[in-house]
DNA sequence: TCCTTACGAAAGCAATTGCTTACATTTACC
DNA sequence: GGTAAATGTAAGCAATTGCTTTCGTAAGGA
């Protein structure tokens, strides 16, 4: 249900640039800014709002705060692109849904 | 090399519904705006886009013009997302490149 | 030829984006 | 407690975005 916000997180290079740094190893929002040319902040502002769409988590360390990416948040993702490549797929995805429907609820 | 503009063009949902409507019909300009509840050039600004980052090819037929989405622009996003999601593939892809870049250039 | 249909192009506008420079806050260390 | 380090927050700003209304233009039909 995040597509809309974890596309608009892809489609800023830079941001996929920080989803790659943080994608296997953990990194301190300072480390994540030395790697561009733009001011901490602006990171810390791409951070967010990638915190947004749920594709990185962050936890607390001492005075810094490390980022990771969130593995739930790409697949999500990419399983929703899978069905726009494939609408025979969100054709499915829709009588699907139209069929949990009948006795009422997601899961 | 069109992933930006590929990317920035599906980050919005009613692009991403073009696409779909156009996915396997040929539709005018004006019927597809029929779908959406804003005004016929602001969908002509959406198809501008669209042919823009290579999604979509036009065919004059009279006074209409016929949009159709572009297999191979679709195919070529989706194999760079490919790679974003395992980035074992873009490493690969920056180690050949490293060493076409050797020999001097693309191909 | 004149009118109508189907469009794109241009200009203007409010909202959003991505950045900057301050400033505030939290934690570690002496 | 006092200071330094790491970071988010706020406010401001230029550029971009997505839309609108208005106008121009090409093609078809009477």
Redesign the interface.
Same mark, same amino acid.
């Given at each position: 249900m995040y597509i809309?916000r974890q &596309?608009?997180a892809?489609?800023d290079?830079r941001r %996929?640039e920080i989803l =790659?740094l943080v =994608?296997h190893t953990e990194l301190s929002s300072g480390a994540i800014a030395a790697h561009f040319d733009v001011t901490r902040p602006a990171i810390s502002q791409h951070l967010q709002l990638l915190q947004g769409a749920r594709l990185v988590t962050v936890r607390k360390d001492g005075t810094r705060r490390l980022y990771l990416a969130r593995p739930e948040g790409?697949a999500e993702l %990419?399983r929703e &692109?899978e069905e726009?490549?494939d609408?025979r797929l969100?054709r499915l995805k829709h009588a699907a849904e139209a069929l949990e429907g009948l006795d009422g609820g997601d899961r």
């Open positions: 809309d &596309l608009q892809i489609a290079p %996929r =790659r =994608r790409l %990419r &692109l726009f490549w609408d969100l």
